[in-house]
């Protein structure tokens, strides 16, 4: 009895070259992490239309803290989670006693957590890291003065400039994480669709 050969041909080569496209595809695609510091919904707490945003690091060579500033909060602000939210660039440490958002953006090595970008002025080297194919690395944090509320972090491939539609799409994903909906534990109820 002879066992025929099964060519490659057909759909599972085509299947292959189609995940291997995808998984290539995104190999620099933001992602991002939740550190939810309230049981609260955080929209519950932060009932403002805005927000200072004091922005942190200098992972683009040749570009000025407020052109990273000005791309930071255009990137960010949008319908946040279906609710309307602009960031307001400010002076680096101006953010003041009421909430705030804070967000460092480092090249390669490692993100600056949550309650160390609350607490006060963050060097500039705070993510000091790899070099320049490691990607970028991001996170923000909401504070209310120096106390943590939430915070996220995120990474990407390295976009070629904080305008890049890679890094507005790393700004987008990074807003959601931090502002990221969860159940009311006071009351019980899930956040309304």
Do not use: K
């Not at 945003?53 to 279906?82: I, K």
């Amino acid at each position: 009895m002879t066992v025929p050969r099964v060519l490659a041909t057909g759909a599972a080569p085509a299947m292959a070259l189609g995940l291997a496209l995808v998984l290539a595809a995104c190999a620099g695609a933001p992602r991002t992490v939740t550190h939810a510091q309230s049981p609260n919904d955080i929209f519950r707490l932060v009932i403002t239309p805005t927000l200072p945003l004091e922005v942190y690091g200098t992972p683009f060579p040749g570009v000025d803290r407020q052109t990273l500033a000005d791309a930071s909060a255009a990137g960010l602000s949008g319908l946040v989670n279906r609710r309307p939210l602009t960031f307001v660039p400010v002076p680096s440490g101006s953010g003041g006693e009421g909430y705030r958002t804070v967000l460092f953006v480092g090249r390669g090595g490692g993100v600056v957590p949550g309650d160390r970008l609350c607490a006060g002025p963050v060097p500039p080297a705070a993510g000091a890291g790899g070099g320049q194919d490691e990607g970028l690395r991001a996170s923000a944090a909401v504070c209310h003065g120096t106390t943590l509320v939430s915070w996220a972090e995120g990474w990407s491939g390295m976009p070629p400039s904080p305008e890049s539609p890679g890094y507005r799409a790393l700004m987008d994903r990074l807003a959601d994480a931090v502002f990221a909906r969860t159940r009311d534990e006071d009351r019980g109820d899930p956040w309304p669709s």
